[in-house]
């Protein structure tokens, strides 16, 4: 599934002029520009929470977290996005059409945290996008309605790996890091819409 309707159609060079002062963040994929939507508590909060547990872990590490005020682009794709929180391991490689330097090209890790209107698009094309990155080689998707974690890991041959944890007590191991993270740390906190009998409580 694509993304929703644009807003706008414009140049790389355009879309990076206007979003330097732009108040609200927008995407851009094949010359065409999208709004981001906003997230929810829940979403804000997983994120907070990754971002943190991630930091600490990643301490003394050739690896940096960010948060979504950091854009990445992929180049082949022309996509141009922020990541709910991307890790970076060595020296950022900057996009040169940027001259603000706000936008890399080579996130070691994509961590999304999925929400009602952009799930269809973080496993969609957005991932698809993701791909076409060379250094990348771990997509995170981070469910906000319920506790799930599913990774893709890239392999040597460039095959993906998939796997899942939602179990109460479950350590997600980040193997593009070295790290694990357990479930209960990015939900702390977190309260859910509507919990089912099998869902955990955190």
């Known amino acids: 599934m694509s993304l929703p309707q644009a807003i706008d159609r414009c140049t790389p060079e355009e ?107 973080d496993r969609g094309g957005k991932f698809e996008s993701y791909r076409q990155i060379e250094s990348l080689r771990e997509y995170v998707l981070v469910a906000s309605q319920q506790a799930l974690i599913e990774t893709y890991f890239r392999q040597a041959g460039g095959t993906w790996i998939y796997s899942a944890a939602g179990e109460r007590g479950s350590i997600v191991p980040f193997n593009s890091l070295g790290i694990e993270l357990p479930l209960a740390e990015v939900y702390d906190g977190v309260d859910f819409p509507a919990q089912s009998p099998d869902q955990p409580a955190f």
Not at 43 to 70: M, Q, T
Not at 80 to 109: H, M, S, W
């Open 15 to 121: 879309y990076l002029r206007r979003e330097y002062d732009a108040v609200e963040r927008h995407q851009y994929y094949r010359g065409e520009v999208f709004a981001m939507s906003g997230g929810s508590p829940a979403h804000s909060l997983i994120i907070a929470n990754v971002i943190r547990e991630l930091g600490l872990r990643l301490k003394g590490k050739p690896c940096r977290v960010y948060d979504s005020n950091l854009r990445v682009r992929v180049p082949r794709t022309t996509l141009y996005t922020y990541p709910d929180a991307t890790v970076a391991c060595g020296p950022l490689q900057f996009d040169t059409l940027d001259k603000r330097q706000e936008t890399i090209l080579n996130p070691t890790l994509v961590v999304e945290a999925l929400s009602p209107t952009t799930e269809a698009w």
